[in-house]
């Protein structure tokens, strides 16, 4: 069962993420700042950025090769083996993470963390134009804040994280293009004929009752307003 749901979940996530979470327009004028994290010239409080499956993951490098990133994990709620929960987070407890909405601030190696995938050093510097703090302090504020900590995927993900550590705010531009793409898709008047006809359709094949009448009025009622 969880399986088929970690599944379905993962699919999901990849089809939104392709569309909405990336936070650039174009990743070629990154291309210049992209290499691999072994010939990367690291200091304590760079901001790492690195493509995941279904997201872009970031965190902050503490030196000695390790890194504080905040990963939803449904592990730790299972189990309190340490040697089992220090292993690298797989696609699977992460989406079951953040289904439960319980993740840590957990520190990796630089190898661990980019899980294959290369390294973006610093560029939010340029994309939100702010003035990072002091190194130290940066690596201060994530080392304050390991361990368990309440995850919300819209509210409080692992760039809301890195920017508070970084720059004192915690935003995410993630988390920002996915509204703009959702208010698109309700400003859109053909949202609310779609909503319609798949209510009237659930109502065909199931029947009328209150679990699909209310809903075939309700949404696109509400959906008409907000557009």
């Known amino acids: 069962m969880l399986d088929s749901l970690a599944l ?3 699919k999901t996530f990849l089809l939104a993420h392709f569309n ?23 200091q304590r409080g760079d901001l790492l950025e690195v493509p995941r499956t279904l ?4 965190g902050i490098y503490l030196g000695d090769n390790k890194v504080a990133h905040l990963m939803p994990d449904i592990l730790p709620v299972l ?17 079951l993470g953040v289904i439960y909405k319980y993740a840590s ?13 290369p390294v973006l050093l610093n ?34 993900n692992c760039e809301h994280f890195v920017t508070y550590c970084r720059y004192g705010t915690a935003v995410s531009l993630q988390t920002d293009k996915f509204c703009e793409s959702l208010k698109s898709v309700i400003r859109d008047q053909r949202s609310v004929l779609l909503t319609t006809v798949i209510g009237m359709l659930s ?9 699909t009448a209310l809903p075939t009025f309700i949404i696109p009622f509400i959906l008409w307003m907000a557009g």
């Open 8 to 10: 379905l979940l993962e």
């Open 20 to 42: 909405f979470f990336s936070t650039t327009s174009s990743k070629q004028a990154r291309c210049t700042k992209r290499r691999e994290e072994s010939t990367l010239s690291l």
């Open 55 to 58: 997201f872009t993951h970031f």
């Open 79 to 95: 189990t309190s083996n340490k040697s089992q929960i220090q292993k690298v987070v797989t696609n699977k407890r992460l989406l």
């Open 105 to 117: 601030i957990r520190v990796d190696t630089v190898e661990d963390f980019a899980f294959g995938s």
């Open 123 to 156: 560029t939010m510097d340029t994309t939100l134009r702010k003035q990072p703090l002091a190194a130290e302090e940066v690596a201060r504020r994530a080392e304050k804040l390991i361990g368990h900590i309440p995850y919300s995927l819209l509210w409080n």
């Open 203 to 211: 109502m065909f094949f199931l029947g009328i009752a209150p679990s």
